[in-house]
């Protein structure tokens, strides 16, 4: 059988992801307390809201909801590592929503020190969302290409169809547009 669609497009979505998380953290570590205009500060903000919207609301539910069940049910030796990942993702909404604090504390404060904070909670956020998905792409995705049957990957593609990106689709969603202009993603 040859890798079903999904396959791609789980690789696919995770390198879009990834495209925030590194623009995020590149912005974020290339700033200093008087680079923090308005616009500087939208513009992460619409990097987080992406990542509210499209990770953590759309891709990772997928993933626990149908990849996952059906890896568990074809391959159970990877129980451990499906646990290990449903975790991350948990760790990954409440690291979020600290980010989420954090950036609404520069805003209302855009000190050095506020800065430094958010670098730091930044740089550990991105760090973790890569290797998270490093591992789904290294380890979890071979394991299912090796365990799944064709009516697995069938459902599991149905899910994923659905998902549409707010801001690598063909057409960017509202709110999205600026952000896509900076990512070169229009």
């Known amino acids: 059988m040859r890798a079903p669609r999904v396959v791609d497009q789980i690789r696919h979505e995770h390198k879009n992801m990834g495209r925030v998380l590194a623009e995020l953290r590149d912005r974020v570590t290339s700033t200093t307390p008087d680079a923090l205009t308005a616009r500087h500060l939208d513009l992460l ?78 740089s550990s956020y991105v760090d973790a969302e890569f290797a998270h998905m490093r591992h789904e792409e290294d380890v979890i995705l071979p394991a299912a290409l090796e365990a799944l049957t064709e009516a697995d990957w069938q459902a599991i593609e149905r899910a994923f169809i659905t998902n549409r990106d707010p801001l690598f689709s063909d057409e960017v969603e509202l709110g999205f547009e600026v952000l896509a202009h900076t990512l070169g993603a229009d």
């Open 45 to 122: 903000y619409r990097m987080l809201f992406y990542i509210r919207v499209f990770p953590n609301k759309m891709h990772h539910p997928k993933e626990e909801d149908y990849l996952f069940p059906a890896l568990l049910k074809r391959a159970p030796a990877l129980k451990a590592e499906v646990a290990a990942l449903r975790q991350q993702h948990m760790e990954g909404d409440r690291a979020l929503e600290e980010l989420e604090a954090s950036y609404k504390s520069l805003q209302d404060n855009p000190a050095l020190e506020t800065l430094l904070a958010f670098q730091a909670q930044v």
